[in-house]
Every structure is written in structure tokens, then in C-alpha cells.
């Protein structure tokens, strides 16, 4: 069994971005510079926008986080993406998902210039995605394809079982990895809370990829000898022994799945350093655009 280190794998595209954005700003060209919206004080989001910052300090981008209280109004959050689209100097903008119930999470993504949509969230971008034309990946689903480019993963005519339907995971890796390319061109399943008999899919897979938010969801029992395993899992749960107060849990039970395994992401440390990292390279790919 082979881990998927998607630590080691981003920290080393970091060096890459970095080495890029030095050489950039030496010939003279602009510092790629990534806009974040956060709305609200959930504790998750936080953390995840605070870990997008650093990362943009890291490669050397300049980040600008622009927070507002849950109770902002739409028109009001409209009015701020607005301004950002004509700013020239910022290249990619992202809203943090989820927003607060009383606005609508899709006129919210309608707003965002799909030249800035770094998320790749846009409709405009989703569609070109589906078509397998030049866009902005969503940021989980590309990393997850850069791991398995890295760890040389043959993926044409294997089974990908997918779990979970989100439109930020779930429904845009379904479509990549049935596109006819590399990491791709698989006969791909996508299982979901309504699915009956789950493991009679899993257990066909040659690939699974656990998107569900369900801690421990996939049992060893679940996994066919040899299977490539990769956990987009990350839900907070309690733990007193921990100085935050929580750790994260991935949905693969780790311990029985790791030993069918060939390949397995861990949690922390798997998806979850691609997923910024993918952010990095479609910001740069954003400010190259121009
Ligand atoms: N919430 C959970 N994942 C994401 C993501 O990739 N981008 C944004 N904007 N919000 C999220």
C-alpha cells in the first residue's frame, strides 16, 4: 500500500508557483493577487480561508480577505463582487462556501466574472469543464487529478466510484474523470445518500473517491483487494485531547481500508494540501490570462 502524499506533492508545486512569481516580478510583471469573501463566522470556513492566505504568502501572491457579517444583505454582497470584477489588479475572486441561508449561493456565483472565478464555480466555466475545454478546475476535484497524475495512476477503462453529488465535488469529478484524457476516461459511478446497497458499487471499484462528509463512511469490507482509495473527507469531531478542541476525521475508516488498499490518501494530508495548492494554480493562471 502506497500513501498519497498530498503534503509532500503540494509543498512541492508551491516551490514551482514560487519560482514563478519571483521570476515574474523580477522581469517586471505584476504579483498574482487572489480575492477571498468570507461571510459569517463559521469556524471551518475560517480556517479554511485563513489556510488560503497563507498559501498565497507562500508562493508569493498578494491575498486581500474581505470578511462581512452573516447578516449582510444579497444586494450588498452583489455590490462588493461587483467592485471586485473591476478592480484590474486582482486576478482570482472567491466566495467562501456555504453562505448564510437568506442568499442565494448561485446569483452569489452569477455575480463573480468567470475570468476571476478561480473556483471554477461559474456556470460559464462549469460548461466549459463538462465539455473538456480550458477552464478553472474546481479546486478538489483538480487536485485530486494532479495526486493521481503524480503517482502515475492508470485510470482509462477502470471503474471510479464516486460518493456524493455535491456540485463543488461530487458532480464535476464524476465529469472529469469520464472525460477522455488523463488523469480520466473511466466508466464512473456516482453513488449518493439516496443510493441503496452502496457497497454493491464499491466493491466494483477500481477507484474510489469518498466525498460524502460521513466520518469512518467506507469499511474495509466495502473495498475490493488492490483498489485506489482517495478520502475528500474532512468533518470536525470533538476531541478534548486536541488544543483546538476537535481533529478531522476523512470518510475511510483508515485503519481497515489501508490494508486492501494499493494506493490511500490519509486525513489530514491528502486532499486537502491539493485542494489550495489547485486554488494557487488557477490564481496564476488567472493573472497569466491577462
Ligand atoms: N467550501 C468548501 N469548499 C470550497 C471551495 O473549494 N471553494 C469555496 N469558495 N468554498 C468552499
Do not use: W
Request: one cysteine or more.
Amino acid at each position: 500500500m502506497v500513501i498519497l502524499d498530498g503534503k509532500a506533492t503540494s509543498e512541492k508545486i508551491k516551490l514551482e508557483i514560487a519560482q514563478l512569481v519571483k521570476e515574474k516580478v523580477a522581469a517586471g510583471g505584476k504579483r498574482p493577487h487572489l480575492a477571498a469573501i468570507l461571510v459569517g463566522n463559521d469556524g471551518a470556513s475560517q480556517t479554511y480561508v485563513g489556510n488560503k492566505e497563507r498559501a498565497c504568502a507562500q508562493v508569493g501572491f498578494n491575498s486581500t480577505l474581505h470578511r462581512f457579517p452573516a447578516e449582510i444583505s444579497q444586494e450588498e454582497l452583489i455590490k462588493k463582487i461587483q467592485e471586485i470584477n473591476g478592480n484590474d489588479d486582482v486576478d482570482g475572486l472567491i466566495v467562501q462556501l456555504p453562505l448564510p441561508e437568506h442568499i442565494d449561493e448561485d446569483a452569489i456565483i452569477n455575480a463573480i466574472d468567470p475570468s476571476k472565478d478561480v473556483d471554477g464555480f461559474h456556470p460559464v466555466n462549469v460548461g466549459k469543464m463538462t465539455l473538456g475545454l480550458p477552464t478553472f478546475l474546481p479546486a478538489t476535484p483538480y487536485g485530486i487529478l494532479r495526486l493521481l497524475d503524480e503517482y502515475g495512476i492508470e485510470t482509462s477503462g477502470k471503474h471510479c466510484v464516486i460518493i456524493g453529488r455535491s456540485n463543488i465535488v461530487g458532480r464535476p469529478l464524476a465529469n472529469l474523470m469520464s472525460l477522455k484524457d488523463y488523469p480520466g476516461d473511466c466508466t464512473v459511478t456516482i453513488c449518493h445518500s439516496r443510493t441503496k446497497n452502496i457497497d454493491n458499487y464499491t466493491k466494483q471499484a477500481d477507484i474510489i473517491i469518498a466525498a460524502l462528509g460521513s466520518p469512518g463512511f467506507v469499511k474495509g469490507d466495502m473495498v475490493r483487494e488492490g483498489a485506489v482509495v482517495v478520502d475528500v473527507g474532512i468533518t470536525r469531531v470533538a476531541d478534548t485531547s486536541k488544543k483546538s478542541g476537535y481533529r478531522l476525521e476523512g470518510d475511510v475508516d483508515f485503519e481497515s481500508v489501508a490494508s486492501k488498499a494499493s494506493y490511500i490518501t490519509p486525513v489530514p494530508g491528502g486532499v486537502g494540501p491539493m485542494t489550495i495548492v489547485s486554488l494557487m494554480v488557477n490564481t496564476l493562471k488567472a493573472a497569466e490570462g491577462k
